[in-house]
């Protein structure tokens, strides 16, 4: 019987068409289809992902769970994987051919590692000015070659692989981070001086549809509000420090004057008439300036803006969450001295 030497894991939620595009690409590698699986995980779908009998290709096992979310489906991928190596991508992703490959090459090449693959938005959507401006953004820190990198954290569990042993040494994703689970599971890794690399060679196009201002700060501010477990968890950390520098309460006295008014002029744009006409200073600046400094510096606001509101927004949260379990804690004490 032939080894099977990856199992590529792919959760879902509710992207029947974009999975199917997917699939349709881990079905064309370089591979022998006895070589590798793909194990889609369906996370609560409504209705439930249904995928068509194929004859051709790997094996494509389909599972369900009840909206354990992300990690846990991950996790749970990973638990009846066969494969040596788990390969992990999103549900809205396209790959080259030799993408499984590309992948097995490299942990052959730097054993032991977690490797990151590169992500790209779609050729096609670099028509947009907003595209094009969040293609810079992301590709910021990126290392600038194919190797080890010195960033503890550097990981996104969109196009990543790792062997089984390993993840399941290392405890899995943790399910209680919903936003930086992937940070925080290459952060377990280093910390025990394990190796992260590069790959560029293992390309992937993302196609979400975040293409367009309004959509992608909306998805900024929910990971903004997300990201606060992770925050805290890590509160060191030079990333962690910068978010809570430029997105924590203003400081009068305790930081430069500067940060503090940057701090409000960011909270007033989060005002829904102030918020609601920037969005419509940036239409008409992609119509009128498309490639300006003005509008890449209206994205640049509205982006902070909503950053700012989720994690603001997270702030308040965990401390309401803290006051009602101490409440909680109180009340028990209190009943138990009075029986």
């Known amino acids: ?14 992207r029947q068409i974009k999975l199917v595009e997917t699939l349709g690409c881990l079905r064309r590698q370089r591979l022998e289809a006895t070589e590798y699986e793909i194990i889609v995980v369906d996370d609560g779908s409504s209705p439930p992902v249904v995928l068509g009998e194929s004859h051709e290709g790997p094996l494509i096992r389909l599972e369900r769970t009840e909206s354990v979310e992300r990690s846990a489906a991950r996790n749970y991928g990973a638990s009846i ?28 090449e730097w054993p032991g590692a977690l490797v990151v693959g590169s992500m790209n938005l779609p050729e096609e959507a670099m028509v947009k000015p907003f595209a094009r401006f969040r293609q810079r953004l992301e590709r910021q820190g990126l290392p600038h070659r194919r190797g080890p990198t010195q ?7 969109a196009n990543m692989s790792i062997s089984r042993d390993l993840l399941q040494d290392l405890g899995g994703f943790d399910g209680s981070i919903a936003s930086g689970e992937d940070q925080d ?23 979400d549809e975040a293409l367009d201002v ?3 700060c909306r998805r900024a501010e929910w990971g903004s509000l997300h990201m606060l477990a992770f925050c805290q968890r ?25 940060q503090s008014l940057r701090k409000r002029i960011k909270l007033v ?16 600046l992609e119509r009128i300036g498309p490639n300006s400094r003005v509008l890449d510096r209206v994205y640049r606001l509205l982006l902070g803006a909503h950053i ?25 004490k209190y009943t138990r001295a009075e029986s």
Request: glycine share 8%; proline share 5%.
């Open 234 to 258: 890590y509160p060191d950390l030079p990333d962690n420090v910068e978010r809570a520098r430029v997105n924590g309460p203003a400081m009068p006295g305790q930081e430069p004057l500067r």
């Open 185 to 207: 599971l290459a952060l377990r890794h280093t910390g025990r001086g394990g190796q992260i690399v590069f790959l560029q060679d293992a390309t992937a196009i993302h196609r």
């Open 1 to 14: 019987m032939t080894r099977v030497k990856a199992s590529v894991i792919v959760p879902t939620h509710n």
């Open 81 to 108: 994987a066969r494969g040596e190596l788990l390969i992990f991508i999103d549900d809205d992703i396209s790959v080259e051919h030799d993408f499984v490959d590309a992948h097995l090459r490299a942990h052959a």
């Open 269 to 284: 744009l989060t005002l829904k008439p102030l918020i609601g006409a920037m969005f419509g200073v940036a239409w008409v």
């Open 308 to 332: 700012l509101r989720g994690y603001r927004k997270g702030l308040r949260d965990s401390v309401t969450s803290r006051a009602g379990s101490e409440s909680v804690s109180t009340g028990s």
């Open 151 to 157: 960033s503890r954290n550097f990981c996104t569990a």
């Open 214 to 216: 309004q959509s992608y």
